[in-house]
């Protein structure tokens, strides 16, 4: 089994920046991309932005140019800057890790998720 555990989440200005943080842990073979996901209430997960193990990212238009996705490779660890929030940013994020596991088996994992509110 794989866990994440994410923190970081809370309450922040508009204009404001907040730093998620997301480790991974258990029977890792190696993680082939993280990311994080936004997910509303009785809706599904929305991509936010992800990192392949390489260093290749991807961001949802929303976000582009505000946030910043990065990953400590040795640390089993994906991070999400984000910075000049806004208040339509709101919601709870998710951290999604997948890879193969040390028995050689595909796992996709997602964490409990975090809160982030944005309000002045």
């Known amino acids: 089994q794989v866990q994440l555990v994410e923190s970081g989440g809370g309450l922040v200005q508009p204009g404001g920046s907040r730093r998620l943080s997301c480790a991974a842990s258990g029977s890792i073979f190696s993680i082939t991309a993280m990311g994080w996901y936004r997910q509303a209430p009785g809706k599904q997960h929305k991509l936010v932005a992800v990192i392949s193990s390489g260093g290749d990212t991807n961001y949802a238009d929303s976000v582009k140019g505000r946030f910043t996705i990065s990953r400590d490779n040795a640390k089993n660890t994906v991070y999400l800057q984000m910075n000049s929030l806004k208040p339509e940013d709101t919601d709870v994020y998710y951290c999604?890790?997948?890879?193969?596991?040390?028995?050689?088996?595909?796992?996709?994992?997602w964490g409990q998720g975090t809160q982030v509110t944005v309000s002045s």
């Open positions: 999604n890790a997948e890879g193969l596991s040390s028995g050689s088996r595909w796992f996709d994992s």
